[in-house]
């Protein structure tokens, strides 16, 4: 299937830094999507881009749809322990009813 | 609002026999539903795309007669693994979007753990 490159596959940092993590792909995306998933949960859905360009903003966390609508990036500011998680990206074809995931990037911040 | 609730959230079974989870959105109606395996550390792979009063379309290398799914109504779907083996021992993820908003964003569920011994 369409496959989505996700980069860092992982990340420590400490307390207060910034991060930053893409995904990229050779296929081009209607809607990209970032979801954060705890230890034994669900994804949780943190920010929904739809049109190419759009930046868009959730508290500390800020994504953006690539003009390409190849890739997306998501930046965290002033990050916090409890970022702590695994970020994936996902992203959804045109006339395509189902998410392509990213292999993730887990995010450790030191206190 | 958008909840999709998944139970158990963790079972243990024995080799051979079968296990059903259960994925509900409770505040809104799903025509379609998706099911998604986890393994530890990795992401999570599109097994099956569940539709509400028709049959489920599977992904490649997913059997279809060792996870059976059922989409009786606009609110429930079920998968069940059959005659479970040590390595269908994973994490279940159902996902649910909201009727007719094609391209709205997926809701999880938080996920069953299921351990085969």
């Known amino acids: 299937g369409q496959q989505l490159n996700q980069s860092p596959q992982s990340m420590f940092i400490q307390e207060g830094e910034d991060v930053s993590m893409n995904c990229t792909s050779s296929s081009i995306f209607n809607t990209w999507l970032w979801y954060k998933q705890d230890p034994g949960e669900g994804p949780v859905l943190l920010i929904a881009l739809y049109k190419a360009g759009e930046l868009t903003s959730n508290g500390r966390l800020t994504a953006q749809f690539g003009i390409t609508r190849k890739d997306s990036f998501l930046n965290i500011s002033a990050s916090i322990p409890s970022d702590v998680g695994i970020y994936f990206c996902?992203?959804?074809?045109?006339?395509?009813?189902?998410?392509?995931f990213g292999a993730g990037t887990r995010l450790t911040v030191k206190p | 609002g958008a909840v999709v609730s998944q139970h158990p959230s963790w079972v243990i079974c024995k080799s051979g026999t079968s296990v059903k989870i259960e994925c509900r959105s409770l505040?809104?109606?799903?025509?379609?539903m998706f099911w998604y395996r986890q393994f530890p550390k990795q992401s999570l792979m599109l097994m099956a795309t569940s539709n509400e009063g028709s049959k489920a379309t599977y992904e490649q290398g997913v059997e279809k007669d060792k996870f059976l799914i059922n989409h009786a109504s606009l609110t429930l779907s079920t998968l069940t693994v059959t005659s479970a083996h040590p390595e269908d021992s994973s994490f279940y993820i159902c996902?649910?979007?909201?009727?007719?908003?094609?391209?709205?964003?997926?809701?999880f569920g938080n996920g069953t753990r299921l351990t085969v011994t």
């Open positions: 996902s649910a979007r909201l009727q007719g908003a094609r391209g709205s964003p997926l809701h």
């Open positions: 996902a992203g959804q074809l045109k006339n395509n009813n189902d998410m392509r």
């Open positions: 505040d809104f109606q799903a025509t379609t």
